[in-house]
């Protein structure tokens, strides 16, 4: 509101404002488009530092046309005001709104410029300070009266719960007289004419017979707007909706019939009713009881159109739907479940022997608490599966929940009821889909965990794994504590590297190493084979795969630690025979009868001479295949077209400077070429194929220690001579695109180093693996069962291994153990004198003794 006394500069900015007339007492927001409006906003308003001294002048302009230019539309008495606020942009153009408040009325005496923006000479008009007081017109006082007693009922009409309607109230007493017509012609609905008389009511008298009508029309019109409300009530209650419901004869045979109106939501009141009987039913421990009463008597009190309605009621349902107290029966036969996963699995055995102990303590203690098995292995070898299995031979229900790219650690703790669209976690949802508090959950691919902004999955996995923690795991939307003690865990996982070390620490490793030729041929023979039968649509009578055909597939297409590859293998071979069994059936006898051809006339007439054939009718069919369709070598090959994998290692390795090394993936073992080359130089070492940092300093291990020991092995003809010496060295690991890493290449680069200086040829059938030292000393390593697998799959019969080692020859099956041939070696000299025909020459001795031969 404007103060009591108010003294304006004689000279101030004008404003020029189109279609709006500023009061004083009111406010008023103008947008600024106008090219001079825009300069004052700039050059006066916006460079000054407090917009509490900022007063300009706001005239209203009579042209149609707000961006004019004309100052002798403006209308000749305007209203100062105080900048109260300035809000906008400057990009991509500039544009403001400016929010001003009304101090008093002036007249424009003359203009002192009109570029940039107009300054005008002004009279203030206002009389002030005074007030009605010491007025002694009694018409005047009389009109005050009045216009405070309309202005009291006006206020008493408007919605107090409106901020500027309970000020206006509140301040209605103390207002200063002179200013309560503009108050109120600013806020009652008047046209711009009817506002534009108010302004240039100078008179205070004249102001308050100009505003007084304003203030009278606009009562009557919420008196009239009220009266026509209270009389739609009145006419809805005395002509009600009327609904008739017929329900179903009674126990006494008589249909009963009731009228229900459209107050009664008897649909809602149903279906609350039937979702507190299942909250009921659902046997809640206390403290969720608690809660879902709670929100019941909340969800009962507010209505359906409210948006907390709806969240309310899932998060009953969800509560109604949880096995609280809801278990799957007890079974388990110890005898039974062998034989259950030796049909389902073959091979395995140490998975299996891991799985019968544990559901041996099950059957013997059933509340057993963990631990959590994790299964580590490659891709394909039937981790998921034995999951699966474990789950029908304890009678529970199976879940399996993909971890695989989660980043947000609500998705295993779920969303807090705050936001819109939360939901619980996947644990809790797992256990509202099986139904069950004690089923089998299967945490699939665990290692490929994330993290981002939203939180660590892994961490909220801790409280979820760990037995002592679990049996009170809180959700963020339930929000209650949850049993899942009960529950059985079991995560699959490719590779332990990528996983916490917290969260592995929570769990019971096993390792899934992959399956050897034989298992592979079991497989596909008992499992694979019958499976795509199945699903191509064909029987054991028309498709049959010979043992040669299956060991060129497993042997030739397919060089995997699984089986997925080999199951696809079969499905293009299935997909191969459908085709011929396909064509070889009979037409259908619609499509017969349609490709039948209408016989000429000339055909007519030789009906005579075909008589005799009449009464042998031999029908053309296309003869089907011979079956069964017997799959060989040869069909393997025309189905599947020439091999994909060769037995590569004896045409690679028949010149100096390449040897075969073992390393271990994810995916399962692998071999490894190791390629080097000499040229004239000055000493440097070349290393390529996207190696990581341990295998380069295993290289820069071998040169060094061959270095060191060249003369002895024969490498330099003298004392002091150099290995190196104009010679650069250049070695490669093919399959240049594949990251490579780790210190088991040691003992395979140092053999490529000694073959290239000697000229010797390193065998063929001879792969190895072994970190190394700078003393020459051969060091362990691991994941020896993968490597001699993949060994063995490409047709290498010799192993060179650290001493070390031995003990995990245990771990590899004994079949594939009669076809290898294991050099166990401690020092570099034994790896050398294995990895050649003749073997190596490892001390001066023993080209002594060559020479006196």
Not at 47 to 71: C, F, H, M, Y
Request: with cysteine; proline share 6%; charged share 25%.
């Amino acid at each position: 509101m404007a103060p009591r006394s108010v003294r304006i500069p004689s000279r101030l900015p004008i404003l020029v404002v189109s279609g709006g007339v500023l009061l004083p007492g009111s406010s008023m927001r103008i947008p600024v488009h106008a090219p001079r409006n825009m300069q004052l906003v700039k050059n006066h308003v916006m460079k000054r530092n407090s917009l509490s001294s900022i007063i300009i002048g706001v005239a209203t302009t009579t042209s149609k046309d707000p961006q004019t230019e004309d100052l002798a539309a403006l209308h000749e008495i305007g209203t100062a005001a105080v900048v109260a606020q300035v809000t906008g942009t400057n990009w991509p153009k500039p544009a403001y709104t400016l929010l001003v408040t009304g101090l008093c009325r002036f007249k424009v005496v003359d203009f002192v410029q009109e570029m940039p923006y107009p300054i005008a000479h002004v009279t203030q008009l206002d009389k002030l300070p005074g007030d009605l007081t010491d007025v002694s017109d009694d018409e005047l006082a009389t009109l005050l009266d009045t216009f405070k007693e309309k202005a009291h009922v006006l206020v008493d009409m408007l919605d107090i719960t409106v901020p500027v309607v309970a000020k206006l109230k509140k301040m209605l007493d103390s207002l200063p007289s002179q200013h309560l017509p503009d108050v109120f012609a600013s806020i009652v609905k008047a046209s711009y004419k009817e506002k534009l008389q108010v302004l240039d009511a100078v008179d205070l008298r004249e102001r308050f017979e100009k505003t007084l009508p304003l203030l009278i029309r606009q009562i009557e019109g919420l008196r009239l707007l009220q009266n026509s409300k209270e009389q739609g009530n009145k006419k809805n209650k005395k002509r009600p909706d009327v609904r008739i419901v017929v329900k179903p004869p009674g126990e006494g045979g008589k249909r009963s019939i009731r009228i229900v109106g459209d107050q009664d939501d008897d649909g809602e009141v149903d279906e609350i009713a039937e979702l507190e009987n299942k909250i009921k039913q659902a046997n809640l421990p206390a403290q969720a009881l608690k809660v879902a009463t709670r929100e019941l008597k909340r969800l009962k009190k507010m209505p359906a159109a409210m948006p907390d309605h709806a969240v309310i009621r899932n998060y009953l349902e969800l509560m109604a739907e949880l096995p609280w107290s809801k278990s799957s029966p007890y079974q388990l036969d110890i005898t039974h479940a062998r034989e259950d996963l030796d049909a389902d699995h073959y091979g395995l055995d140490k998975l299996k022997q891991r799985v019968m102990e544990y559901l041996a303590v099950r059957q013997l203690k059933n509340n057993l608490r963990g631990p959590i098995l994790c299964f580590v292995g490659p891709p394909g070898v039937g981790k998921t599966s034995v999951g699966r299995s474990i789950a029908q031979i304890l009678g529970r229900e199976f879940h399996r929940i993909s971890l695989g790219g989660v980043v947000d650690s609500s998705d295993i703790r779920g969303h807090r009821r705050t936001y819109i669209g939360s939901m619980p976690g996947r644990v809790i949802q797992g256990l509202r889909t099986v139904g069950t508090n004690n089923p089998l959950f299967l945490l699939d691919e665990v290692d490929k965990l994330g993290r981002s902004l939203q939180g660590d999955p892994a961490s909220a996995l801790l409280e979820v794994l760990d037995p002592e923690q679990n049996a009170h795991f809180t959700d963020h939307y339930l929000n209650v504590p949850f049993d899942l003690s009960q529950v059985i865990f079991i995560a699959t996982a490719n590779t332990t590297a990528t996983i916490p070390p917290a969260l592995l620490d929570r769990m019971e490793v096993i390792s899934v190493p992959g399956y050897t030729q034989e298992e592979k041929h079991h497989i596909a023979t008992r499992h694979l084979v019958p499976k795509q039968l199945k699903e191509h649509g064909l029987t054991g009578e028309q498709l049959q795969f010979s043992e040669e055909g299956l060991k060129t597939i497993i042997g030739r297409y397919t060089r995997e630690a699984g089986v997925r590859t080999l199951e696809r293998r079969l499905g293009a071979v299935c997909r191969a025979v459908a085709v011929k069994v396909a064509e070889g059936l009979p037409k259908p006898k619609q499509q017969a009868a349609e490709n039948k051809e209408v016989p000429s006339k000339e055909e007519d007439k030789s009906e005579e001479v075909h008589a005799a054939e009449e009464d042998i009718k031999v029908p053309h069919v296309d003869h089907p295949p011979n079956l069964p369709i017997v799959i060989d070598d040869h069909a393997v090959k025309d189905i599947l077209g020439p091999p994909v994998f060769e037995h590569e290692v004896s045409q690679r390795l028949n010149q100096p400077g390449v040897a075969v090394g073992l390393a271990w993936t994810p995916m399962g073992g692998e071999i490894m070429f190791v390629e080097a080359t000499r040229m004239d130089g000055d000493g440097q070492l070349t290393l390529t194929g996207q190696l990581g940092d341990v295998m380069k300093e295993s290289a820069q291990l071998a040169i060094s220690w061959l270095r060191s020991n060249a003369l002895e092995y024969g490498l330099v003809q003298k004392s002091g001579q150099d290995l190196m010496e104009n010679t650069d060295v250049h070695i490669h690991f093919p399959a240049g695109a594949i990251g490579k890493d780790g210190p088991s290449a040691g003992v395979t680069i140092v053999t490529v180093l000694a073959s290239l200086f000697s000229g010797h040829v390193v065998r063929s059938d001879t792969a190895m693996t072994g970190e190394i030292t700078l003393r020459g000393v051969v060091l362990p390593v691991g994941g020896i069962k993968e490597k001699v697998l993949a060994a063995h799959r490409a047709g290498i019969t010799r192993i060179i291994l650290p001493k070390r080692n031995e003990k995990d020859l245990q771990d590899i099956p004994s079949n594939v153990r009669k076809e290898l041939t294991f050099i166990l070696a401690d020092q570099l000299c034994d790896v050398l004198k294995a990895a050649f025909d003749d073997g190596f020459p490892s001390s001066k001795q023993d080209r002594a003794v060559s020479s006196k031969l």
